[in-house]
């Protein structure tokens, strides 16, 4: 019998110049995005409600909850006595169940009938929802009250196969699944609109220019200086005299008006996926890249050595037999130029042949080295 033991090491080295960086002119400027308000901003004081609740995800191949898992099959015998079907929970063995979170989240404005996006966290030893459906769930508030019912078939995003023994693939994460429109609203939360003369609007992604351009806009569609940026995050604006009586049409009118949005510059990185997204205003500072892999293999042969024939005290041993391969990788330096764009940097990163994985360490390292400016956000 032998033994296999792979480990897998990527080398980053970052050699950064040692000048001061200096931005070309014109390089530096944020470039701007034309949005509709209603999707830069959103009236303040309205808020979501978040939503949790506890359920069972059923029809899975063999990849639920063992035995060791209780409460899923506590919950399981809870169910089934519902229907008149009496079972012991710890006469039960069953593999092709899970116990879940679900949680969603209820707009202010969303009323009886609606729907909402669920997820479906395993809380148990489950090891895949793939193929799994959720049975009705009650979700509920802060305040422990029934607001919305979920269920449906999940979706994973990634999928998984293979025997119990050892041999399996597995691609994304298996044990969080999203049910879009799962979940149905059955009690709205009582939000009437404001009653005044004054709203505030909350921007969405604060920033000083993107609010001086909310401002503008809406200054400018009313004819009037009614509406003052408080601070980079929030907007005031006073209510015309002949929208005082219906503020929801006063809301129409302002929603689709076309508003200048500064792009910020950031790399989002999903390190459970693997996925990497680059903005198109992300620069890099003068940098180069050396990237390389080293792998090692200790591979473990058990042999068998037996004393010589008619020998006395001698005894049959098993002798393991150990052999370490080391093998490098041929590295390979890319240099990146002061204020490469995001055309340069994937061009680089896959001259290097990077794969997922490795760009996120890149762009963690690079970020490290005062090469990347960007902001970057880990999801």
Not at 190 to 216: G, I, R
């Amino acid at each position: 019998m032998s033994t296999s033991v792979f480990i897998r090491r990527s080398v980053l080295a970052l050699a950064v110049a040692s000048f001061v960086t200096t931005l070309v002119p014109g390089v530096a400027a944020q470039s701007t995005d034309v949005s509709r308000l209603k999707d830069v901003v959103s009236l303040q004081g309205f808020r979501p409600m978040p939503l949790v609740g506890y359920g069972l995800v059923v029809g899975l191949n063999k990849t639920g909850d063992k035995r060791q898992t209780i409460f899923s099959t506590q919950s399981l015998a809870n169910m089934l006595s519902r229907f008149g079907v009496v079972v012991a929970p710890d006469q039960m063995k069953v593999e092709n169940i899970a116990a879940v979170v679900v949680t969603s989240e209820l707009s202010p404005y969303q009323r009886a009938g609606a729907r909402l996006d669920a997820v479906a966290s395993s809380i148990g030893d489950a090891r895949s929802l793939q193929g799994g459906t959720l049975l009705p769930t009650s979700l509920r508030g802060p305040n422990g009250q029934m607001v919305a019912l979920a269920q449906g078939p999940l979706s994973i995003g990634g999928f998984g196969g293979g025997s119990g023994g050892g041999s399996s693939v597995q691609v994304n994460h298996l044990t969080v699944g999203r049910i879009p429109g799962g979940a149905i609203v059955q009690t709205a939360q009582n939000t009437p609109m404001p009653a005044t003369d004054t709203l505030t609007f909350a921007v969405l992604e604060p920033d000083f220019v993107t609010a001086s351009h909310v401002v503008h806009a809406i200054n400018t569609h009313l004819g009037t200086d009614a509406a003052h940026a408080v601070d980079p995050g929030s907007i005031q604006v006073q209510v015309p005299e002949r929208y005082r009586s219906s503020i929801p049409e006063f809301m129409a009118d302002l929603e689709s008006l076309p508003v200048e949005t500064d792009v910020v510059a950031r790399v989002v990185i999903n390190e459970r996926t693997g996925t990497v997204v680059v903005g198109g205003d992300v620069r890099l500072g003068p940098a180069a890249v050396a990237h390389g892999n080293l792998s090692v293999r200790i591979s473990t042969k058990y042999e068998v050595s037996q004393p010589p024939p008619f020998s006395s005290g001698g005894q049959t041993v098993v002798v393991p037999n150990e052999q370490v391969d080391i093998h490098e990788g041929t590295a390979k330096l890319v240099s990146l130029e002061e204020g490469a764009t995001l055309d340069a940097v994937a061009g680089a990163l896959n001259t290097l042949g990077a794969t997922p994985r490795d760009i996120i360490a890149i762009m963690q390292a690079l970020k490290a080295a005062g090469a990347l400016h960007a902001e970057i956000v880990i999801l």
